[in-house]
């Protein structure tokens, strides 16, 4: 599986970016996808993720904010960000995964920097 992310950008405080994410490769394998993000210092964690035929997760800081979607196809995936915060910029990676019974297996696209200005 691969996924090429882009869409990030530089942008103001309040204001929005779609980032998106085209996975190609055996797709039949993949259970999940979704966005991750990494700020300076910090660790990698996760914004949000949908599971196939499952409930979407959200991180509790971008509730309400990020909206995560996926074609029809399940070949890309989006992550629509609104009312953007300074806390907010990082690199953001996306993400597929899958799951098997003792299992999870990752993959990673090469991630795209989210900056918001003050």
């Known amino acids: 599986v691969q996924l090429q992310a882009s869409g990030g950008g530089l942008v103001q405080t309040g204001g929005s970016l779609r980032l998106s994410c085209a996975a190609s490769g055996n797709l039949f394998s993949i259970d999940a996808m979704g966005w991750y993000r990494q700020a300076p210092g910090r660790q990698r964690e996760l914004v949000a993720l949908?599971?196939?035929?499952?409930?979407?997760n959200y991180a509790d800081s971008v509730k309400g904010r990020f909206t995560i979607s996926t074609d029809d196809a399940k070949s890309t995936v989006y992550l629509q960000m609104n009312n953007l915060k300074p806390e907010d910029t990082a690199v953001y990676y996306c993400n597929a995964k899958r799951i098997a019974t003792w299992k999870v297996t990752d993959y990673w696209g090469q991630g795209t920097l989210v900056t918001v200005s003050s």
């Open positions: 949908t599971p196939s035929g499952g409930k979407i």
